[in-house]
T-cell receptor, first 112, second 109 residues
Framework: DGGITQSPKYLFRKEGQNVTLSCEQN?????MYWYRQDPGQGLRLIYY???????QKGDIAEGYSVSREKKESFPLTVTSAQKNPTAFYLC???????????FGSGTRLTVV | AQRVTQPEKLLSVFKGAPVELKCNYS??????LFWYVQYSRQRLQLLLR??SRESIKGFTADLNKGETSFHLKKPFAQEEDSAMYYC???????????FGKGTTLSVSS
């Protein structure tokens, strides 16, 4: 069953700690993306990767980091430098953005 | 900056009424445009894309380059259409999608 999987669904962390969100796809898509969804804000692009071992900053990359060592995987690390990390994080993949995205089910991160 | 505007935060209609969810984008040229939908407790999914000019679940969207709009329309709303809708143009670099803030559509009987 092809798809894109985000884990965990819910994540709680203490302030000042780094945390890594997982995103895996078996759709053989080249491109992967991370968005942050806040109420009333829509989706904002954090990072994207169009090919293995390459990634680009989006509009709100500060305080986040990513890696793309495998085609299937695009983990996002929320670092302690991110001033307001509590949010819903969405991962997506595509053959090419021209054809639209397939989204994961999201991870809700709460920092206490 | 490239921007997309969905002016209505909430749109409430009765079942059977026509629906129009507005979307305007800020840049020139011919962007590729999409509408995404998020039903309650489901993941965000593609509803339709301009490039394929298809009609999904009775929804259509026409690109108006003069008005830089891509409004989503349906002639007769159904209760199962209640969801959050996002308009999404591809950015001018052609690398990623930009999303509006979304419009919640509520259809009641």
């Amino acid at each position: 069953d092809g798809g894109i999987t985000q884990s965990p669904k819910y994540l709680f962390r203490k302030e000042g700690q780094n945390v890594t969100l997982s995103c895996e796809q078996n759709l053989n898509h080249d491109a992967m993306y991370w968005y942050r969804q806040d109420p009333g804000q829509g989706l904002r692009l954090i990072y994207y990767s169009q090919i293995v071992n390459d990634f680009q900053k989006g509009d709100i990359a500060e305080g986040y980091s990513v890696s793309r060592e495998k085609k299937e995987s695009f983990p996002l690390t929320v670092t302690s430098a991110q001033k307001n990390p509590t949010a819903f994080y969405l991962c997506a993949s595509s053959i090419d953005s021209l054809y639209g995205y397939t989204f994961g089910s999201g991870t809700r991160l709460t920092v206490v | 900056a490239q921007r997309v505007t969905q002016p209505e935060k909430l749109l409430s209609v009765f079942k059977g009424a026509p629906v129009e969810l507005k979307c305007n984008y800020s840049y020139s040229g011919s962007p590729e445009l999409f509408w995404y939908v998020q039903y309650s407790r489901q993941r965000l999914q593609l509803l339709l894309r301009h490039i394929s000019r298809e009609s999904i679940k009775g929804f259509t969207a026409d690109l108006n380059k003069g008005e830089t709009s891509f409004h989503l329309k349906k002639p007769f709303a159904q209760e199962e259409d209640s969801a959050m809708y996002y308009c999404s143009p591809r950015d001018q670099a052609g690398t990623a999608l930009i999303f509006g803030k979304g419009t919640t559509l509520s259809v009641s009987s």
